[in-house]
């Protein structure tokens, strides 16, 4: 690391000593266990939810589910039979007629599903494969029907939700496209895709000459044209051309001022690279209060503000922008900031309780009945689907009700989608259930430590066991097959790739993988290298690692990788895993390693390998 460098981290480790917190060692460990929030873990029992099915529905419904998924109709049959709670055949009836491979279902048989269950989860699947089979001589079938509740009149309005900070949203409504008409802001819009093509394709100057025109001019509102040159910026900076993006980027705040939000960014780190200190600072600084950027890029700019007054000799203007980027304690900058001021995250992991009237009014809906019962027979994923369906219909002062079921449930992903919608409609951060700890295992145990690895499926997944993307990347850790098969040691193709959902299995081979990544050599634990490996894929690790100039510094590694999925991968999933850390009761090492300018390396603290307890290092077999 150069000497400015080594300067920055230093001068930022005295913050940190100063405030009379240590970056490591038994010290550091017995502090931050005092500091550290209050654990609150997800229930991984039913033992608090109401009653629904008897004990003997229960044993029943159990084994029909596991009869009818191998197909064994007539022994489920039997069972059913036995049923005194007829409450889930809706369900024991969707999974026979839309089994993959043992069961064709009839016209008919989907008409009366339909006539009974269309209120249920799946009846648009049902109603689509329904209307494919109807003869042309008989009427429609019952269309899908919305989730049943009861009059909201009629229920006592609950208190307002419990939980944390109110998030941090700029003072100032954007000015982007002001006194444009619909048809302007369709040709700004057009243009600006022609630019971003550009930019990528690695025509910058090209890029500028087309967007900086006399009739672009008339047509852009300041704040869109800066928007466009700061990618033009973030071009420049990716080819090194660091002059270049510093011109683009005054040009663009000239215009717009502390709104050319990526033209800040782009030309701050530029100007950075270049030692223009000066400039950087006033850049960052600028970005630090712009309504033009998100909480994480104003977090960012706070933060990089005070490395560039550090070295640029203002140490007195240091720690303003620290508290800037620590306004946003749950973003990645506003994690470091926080830390080097010695401040501990305002995280609150408590989840609201359900009471008795809060449980009255939910076993009036018939969907969370049922959720409730699938709950109980073991079938997580289809109570999943059925909560899913009415969180909509809920009023903001109903939504901890339900969040207070899926933590008694230990129903993860529901838990976090229902915390990212009070954080939207309510601006409450309810930490515990956005950084939920699922009850979760490994088939083989966990030989990763649970906080990087639910930092990684939080950010891969959001705790869908189900979850597929547009590439073929399945279940909690987003395995590609081929990925997976090379874990295992088998080939996963066909209908075998569906056993990826399966929460113990995708853990497993997904932790593997992290194995793997984490002991290649040109890795070695560095958790940065790992989590573009992970993202990207090693081999892109290894061309970026000789293309880009960083000059050693962690942080500008990670802003000067050309992904921008990567970039915001690494930030997140760090993110995560500090926040896991503090709700494990574990200390932040790599947090502090990064604040003292080294790189992080994972270091295990769920694994407590020597004699004295002390964590031990990545080295952990695949096998």
Known sequence: MNTSLRWIASALTGIVFATGLSLGGAQAQS?????????????????????????????????????QNDGQWDKADRLIAQL????????VLFQRYMHPTAYRSSYQELKNWLADYADHPGA??????????????????????????????????FDEPRGGSETESPA??????????????????????QIRSLVQ??????????????????LFDPVSFAESLGVIARGYFRYHEDQEAMAVAKMATKLAGDDAARAHW????????????????????????SVEADDWLRAAGGFWASRAYLVGGEPQNVSAMLQRAAEMPRTFYGLLATRALGQTPPLDFEMPVLSDTETEFLLEIPAARRAIALIETGQTNRADEELRRFVDELPPSFVGTLLALADRAGLADVAFRLGRDMERRQKVSLDGALYPVPGWEPEDGFGIDRALIFA????????????????????LMQLMPATAGYMAGDRFHGSSRAELFEPGLNLSLGQKYVHHVLNLAEIDGNLLYALAAYNAGPGNLQRWRAKIDYADDPLLFIESLPSRETRAYIEHVLSNFWIYRLRLKQNVDSLDMLIGGSWPIYVSQDQKGSPTGEPRTVRISAE
């Open 31 to 67: 502090e931050m266990a005092a500091l550290a929030p209050r654990v609150g873990p997800m229930s991984d029992s039913t033992s608090a939810l109401p009653a629904i099915l008897a004990r003997n529905d229960i044993a029943l419904y159990t084994e029909i589910f596991d009869l």
């Open 84 to 91: 005194s709670d007829d409450s889930l055949m809706g369900h």
């Open 124 to 157: 648009t699947r049902i109603y689509g494969l329904a209307l494919k089979r109807k003869p042309s001589s008989v009427g429609y079938p019952r269309k899908p029907q919305a989730v049943e509740m009861p009059a909201m009149d009629a229920v006592v309005a």
């Open 172 to 193: 100032t409504e954007s000015r982007k496209y002001a006194g444009k008409s619909s048809s302007q802001r369709a040709k700004i819009r057009a243009i600006q895709s």
């Open 201 to 218: 394709r690695g025509n910058v100057t090209i890029a500028l000459k087309n967007l900086d025109t006399k009739a672009n001019r008339a």
């Open 266 to 289: 782009w030309g701050g780190l530029a100007a950075f690279r270049a030692k223009d200190w000066n400039t950087a600072a006033a850049h960052f600084a600028a970005l630090s209060l």
């Open 456 to 475: 990684i499926v939080r950010q891969e997944s959001q705790f869908r066991s189900r979850a597929i993307s547009s590439a073929g990347a399945r279940g």
